[in-house]
């Protein structure tokens, strides 16, 4: 399921080029790029790892370092790196993928008593919203 999410949001959204690249982090000279840390912590979120710490112990399957580009860092350089990014960059780029998602009619408003319906050919992944919305985003079904 992550890696039908990782393709969609490559193809779809051109997430690496349009908004992981254009993020940038007040370090003067990284070791790391801030692309490698911001994919892990996409990552994390997606697979539903609930710190730094427990995306680390994961951190030697090949799947992630053909994904991230390189192998993937410590704990607390992504702590340092997060804590250095350029909020507004990284706002953009939210803003960017929303509109992306609206456009291609990806977002569905959930009422509260609806239910979502179960389909084979079809995945999806719930986002809540700040104020205490629910949407969800509909993955295309394999081809």
Not at 122 to 140: C, H, K, Q, Y
Request: proline content about 4%; glycine content about 6%.
């Amino acid at each position: 399921m992550l890696r039908r999410l990782l393709r969609y949001a490559e193809k779809v959204l051109d997430l690496s080029s349009e908004v992981l690249d254009r993020v940038t982090d007040a370090r003067p000279q990284p070791r790391t790029p801030t692309t490698l840390v911001l994919k892990s912590a996409l990552a994390m979120f997606w697979a539903r790892l609930g710190s730094l710490n427990a995306l680390e112990t994961v951190s030697t399957a090949r799947f992630w370092e053909r994904w991230l580009g390189g192998a993937m860092t410590s704990a607390d350089t992504m702590g340092r790196v997060h804590a250095a990014v350029n909020a507004g960059q990284l706002r953009n780029g939210i803003h960017y993928v929303y509109s992306r998602l609206k456009r291609n009619k990806a977002l569905i408003r959930m009422s509260p008593a609806c239910s979502p319906t179960s389909s084979r050919s079809a995945a999806s992944v719930a986002v809540e919203t700040a104020n205490g919305g629910t949407f969800r985003i509909w993955l295309p079904g394999r081809r």
